[in-house]
């Protein structure tokens, strides 16, 4: 069942599960975006092909707030606001090591390894430039929770980005973790996303419900 968060006649926003797909890939598993697309169709009664725009991406084992386009002047709008970095996205992660202090901002250059499906720290020269802002705001028993705010959008960024420091996110085998989590998530949640509506030009502010669990709620 889709879990709506936001919607109007321009965008819907839904709280992506871990394990949900953004949109299709070589898996051949059905997408959100085809979920979507369905429940339009459905809801509104609509005849003929349905339009759904990916504006931005949230790994497979991520969750939080996922937002699509229903129509083509919102989905370059907001494309063009995710381009400027206009877009204020806030990620909770769970961490095994506190980073070296209690805020701070990481910048390093990333490339992707298309076979892997995985980025790496390189020199300036060879990837693309990637910025972010954490604060820790929790101690938990045996890790940290962190508050993280992306100021560009690379592929992987925030969990390559905090393995390089030591902080690896709980789960994330493919970045350090020595354990998966159980349903195969990792503990990075894109709690709540910011900007201006790309036609009623007034801020909209989405937050996604925090995810079950006992780390998660430890975070409270």
């Avoid at 997408?31 to 349905?50: A, T």
Wanted: charged letters at 25%.
């Amino acid at each position: 069942m889709l879990k709506i968060l936001y919607e109007d006649n321009h965008l819907i926003a839904v709280n992506k599960k871990s394990g949900d797909l953004a949109q299709g890939d070589k898996t051949g598993d059905t997408p959100l975006s085809e979920d979507i697309k369905k429940y339009i169709k459905k809801q509104y009664n609509k005849p003929g092909n349905i339009f759904l725009g990916t504006i931005h991406r949230l790994d497979r084992p991520t969750s939080g707030v996922l937002l699509y386009a229903k129509t083509s002047k919102a989905l370059s709008r907001m494309n063009e606001q995710f381009r400027c970095n206009k877009v204020k996205k806030i990620y909770w992660a769970v961490v095994n090591n506190p980073p070296p202090n209690k805020s701070g901002k990481l910048e390093n250059y990333l490339k992707k390894n298309q076979a892997q499906n995985k980025s790496y720290v390189v020199d300036q020269q060879k990837g693309k430039h990637a910025i972010l802002h954490y604060k820790i705001l929790n101690k938990l028993t045996n890790f940290y929770h962190l508050e993280i705010q992306p100021k560009t959008g690379r592929h992987h960024q925030i969990r390559v980005q905090l393995s390089n420091i030591g902080c690896i996110i709980k789960g994330d085998l493919k970045y350090g973790s020595k354990r998966s989590n159980k349903d195969g998530s990792i503990n990075l949640f894109a709690y709540s996303m910011e900007f201006i509506h790309p036609i009623k030009k007034e801020s909209i502010k989405i937050k996604a419900p925090i995810p079950k669990g006992k780390i998660w709620e430890s975070c409270i």
